[in-house]
Every structure is written in structure tokens, then in C-alpha cells.
């Protein structure tokens, strides 16, 4: 088979980590017999230097017309002066939109061999923990209406929350059948206590949970869910959110895991083409350096393969690989501890030969 995917290299290490998944990519490729053809389009930074815009037209429509897309990341310190609408990070808001991307599946896994990056508790690491998070993507509040004007005590600034019975059932979907195929436990977090918005959000998910009956639900204020996930996350499965809640829990759950550069990411829409990508960010303090851990990137085009191309053996393989590594030893500086580090070009050689 062939296949279309659009890289978005971006900027920081962006380059370096998606040259790596490409080529655990065609190596994947070559094993299996089938045919990945990369084409790159400007995004961030990097687009911004180039055409003046953080999300060309080329590079929306270059996605729309590939089969599924992977992104290094954006964003670095030469670019943060510009004003919002012209920063590289708007680009990300407006390629989920472009792509009609409303679902952002964040795993957060502790993987046994990395045990010691753990900075929770030891009897809490014995549990271990591996937890999905299905944050909203497309809605509340980052979306909302938003403003500056006078006030009371003068100038003031507002953003505004909004979610629709619609945004919030297809996303409760995602979340249900994800945690069928897993623990079959879900928990929604909202604030209902306090905003309208997670009013409806509760009882829009309780709706849904009847399609599902064999699916455990339970609801958690979102400041509880912030301690419960230091606490106890060996509790969680499934966890759906909106907008603005994911964004922060799925990186808390990230820091419990021990390593930024490890944890991988999908966008995913009505369609099978998606945007996958690291958790983390252009690193811009070692871009260039060779010291990026490239396996957030290779773990994120594994899920390109299992969600969009249908590819599980393929996609198993790469994880196989990954946790082979590991298991032996090799580190990059990130996970190293002080010890031996692997660059990033050594640390996907050793991924490859793994394969
Ligand atoms: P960051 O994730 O880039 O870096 C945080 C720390 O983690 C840094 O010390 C960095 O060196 C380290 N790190 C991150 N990824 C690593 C990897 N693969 N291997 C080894 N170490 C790694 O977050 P930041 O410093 O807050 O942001 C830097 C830039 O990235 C900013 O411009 C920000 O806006 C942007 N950003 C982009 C995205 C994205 O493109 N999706 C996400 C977050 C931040």
C-alpha cells in the first residue's frame, strides 16, 4: 500500500525528531512492504520566516490532501515577540480546525523500565499507571468569544466558555469506545459546581453512558482530578475533558511519567487522516544539538499507523522496538540520569536495529 504523509518539521527540534520517524518509518516500511510518501510543508516559525504567515494556505490544503500528517513542534524565543494572531503557536489552533481535528488522544504511560524518572512516591510508581486522555480539541473556551474593553476598574480582558450538546456527545463517543477497547473505566472531569458549561458537559456524558453499559463512568471536579493524578493514578483508565482542562491535566500526567520527550500524541477528526505529534514542545534551549530524544516523534507515527492507516502489526513493531531500547539501557541525555547518553541519530539507530 501507499501511503500520504504530510510532515510539518516546524521548528526548535522539530527537524531533527520527525527526520528520526521518518526513517523508522521507511524502515517499517521496508519490512512490511509498503510505501510512505513524505511530502514537508512550512509551519511555526519556520513558515512565518518564510512567507510571513505561522499557517500558510499551501500547507493546510498539502494536509487536507494527505492520508495523515505528523508535526515536530513550534514556537521558539526569536518569534515571541510578534502579536498573537502572527505567532507560530497559532498555527497549531489553525491546522486542528483546518483538519476538523475535535479529539486529542494524550496516553500517559509509566513505563516499567523508566521507573526511576518517576518523581512520585515509590509505593505509587509500584502500581504503575498507564492512562488515556481524550481532551476536546476544538471547543470552549480557547475558541470562544473573546476581548478587551472598558470595565468597572477600566481596562479589562475576557475569554469566554461555550460548548454544544453536539461538540460534547462526539467526544464522549471517542472517550467510551476508547475505554471499551482499554479498562473499560471512564472518568469525566468537569467543574459543574461552579461553570454551566460542565453542567451540560455532565449530563451530556451521563446521556451518552447509556449507549455504553459496560463502561464503568464516574464524574471528578477537575481540582480533585489534579490531585487524584499524583495521589493515585493508577485509578484512571479513561479520562475525557474539555478544551482547557486536557490541556493542563495531560501535562501534569506527563511530568508523573518522568519524561517530556517520551510522551506521543493524535488528532483525530470524523475521517481517518489525523495530526500526530509529541506532547512536547521545540525545545528550542538544545535544538541543533542532537540531544533531542526522538521517541515522542517515533511513538506518535506508531499511532499514525494503528488510527489512520489501520496498521497494527506495523504499529506494534515500532512500540516493540521502543520498549526493547529501553529495556537494554540505551538512554538519551533527557532520561540518562547523568549516565551515557545517546544524540538523537543514535538513539533511532538503535530503534531501527530493534525493529
Ligand atoms: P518544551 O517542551 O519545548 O521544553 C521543555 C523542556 O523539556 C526543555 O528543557 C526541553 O529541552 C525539554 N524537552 C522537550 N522535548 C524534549 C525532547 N524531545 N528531548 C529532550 N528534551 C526535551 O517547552 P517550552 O520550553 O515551554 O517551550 C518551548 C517552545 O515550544 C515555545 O515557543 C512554546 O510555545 C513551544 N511549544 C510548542 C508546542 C507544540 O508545537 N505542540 C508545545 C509546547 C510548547
Redesign the pocket.
Known amino acids: 500500500m501507499q501511503y500520504k504523509i504530510g510532515l510539518l518539521r ?1 521548528d ?2 522539530g527537524p531533527e ?1 520527525v527526520d528520526s520517524a521518518v526513517r523508522v518509518l521507511e524502515a517499517v516500511g521496508n519490512k512490511y512492504g509498503h510505501e510512505f510518501v513524505f511530502t514537508p510543508y512550512l509551519i ?1 516559525g519556520a513558515a512565518i520566516d518564510a512567507t510571513g504567515k505561522p499557517l500558510p494556505e499551501e500547507t493546510v490544503e498539502g494536509c487536507l490532501a494527505s492520508d495523515s500528517v505528523l ?1 515536530g ?5 526569536k518569534w ?1 515577540i510578534l502579536p498573537g494572531h502572527l505567532r ?2 497559532k498555527a ?1 489552533l489553525g491546522i486542528r480546525a483546518a483538519m476538523e481535528l475535535f479529539t486529542n488522544l494524550r496516553p500517559a504511560k509509566l513505563y516499567p523500565a523508566l521507573k526511576a524518572e518517576c518523581p512520585l512516591r515509590e509505593d505509587i510508581v509500584d502500581k504503575g499507571f498507564d492512562i488515556m486522555i481524550v481532551r476536546e480539541l476544538t471547543g470552549g473556551i480557547y475558541f470562544g468569544e473573546r476581548g478587551y474593553r472598558q470595565g468597572k476598574y477600566g481596562e479589562e480582558a475576557y475569554d469566554t466558555e461555550c460548548y454544544s450538546r453536539m461538540e460534547i456527545e462526539r467526544i464522549a463517543r471517542v472517550a467510551f469506545e476508547s475505554a471499551r477497547k482499554r479498562r473499560k473505566k471512564l472518568t469525566s472531569i468537569d467543574k459543574a459546581n461552579v461553570l454551566e458549561t460542565s453542567r451540560l458537559w455532565r449530563k451530556v456524558v451521563h446521556e451518552v453512558a447509556a449507549e455504553y453499559p459496560d463502561v464503568e463512568v464516574q464524574d471528578m471536579l477537575v481540582d480533585n482530578a489534579a490531585m487524584q493524578l499524583v495521589r493515585n493514578p493508577s485509578q484512571f483508565d479513561v479520562i475525557v475533558t474539555s478544551n482547557m482542562f486536557g490541556d493542563i491535566l495531560s501535562d501534569e500526567a506527563s511530568q508523573i511519567t518522568g519524561s ?2 517520551m510522551l506521543e500524541s493524535a488528532s483525530l477528526g470524523n475521517t481517518k487522516r489525523g495530526l500526530y ?10 535544538a541543533g544539538q542532537g ?4 521517541i ?1 516523534t517515533i511513538l506518535s507515527a506508531a499511532m499514525m499507523l494503528l488510527y489512520s492507516f489501520d496498521l497494527a502489526a506495523e504499529s506494534n513493531a515500532i512500540v516493540a522496538a521502543v520498549d526493547k531500547v529501553l529495556a537494554s539501557g540505551l538512554r ?3 532520561i540518562a540520569r547523568g549516565g551515557d547518553a545517546l544524540s538523537t541519530t543514535q538513539m533511532t539507530d538503535a530503534i531501527i536495529a530493534a525493529l
Do not use: C, F, R, Y
Not at 513542534?73 to 524565543?77: E, K
Not at 540531544?291 to 526522538?294: G, L, R, S, V
Open positions: 516546524g526548535g527540534i525528531i511555526g508535526l513542534a513550534v514556537g521558539g524565543p515571541d507560530p503557536e497549531l517530556i520527550g505529534e509529541p506532547i512536547h514542545g521545540s525545545a528550542p534551549d538544545i540531544k533531542a530524544n526522538p515522542a538519551t541525555a533527557d
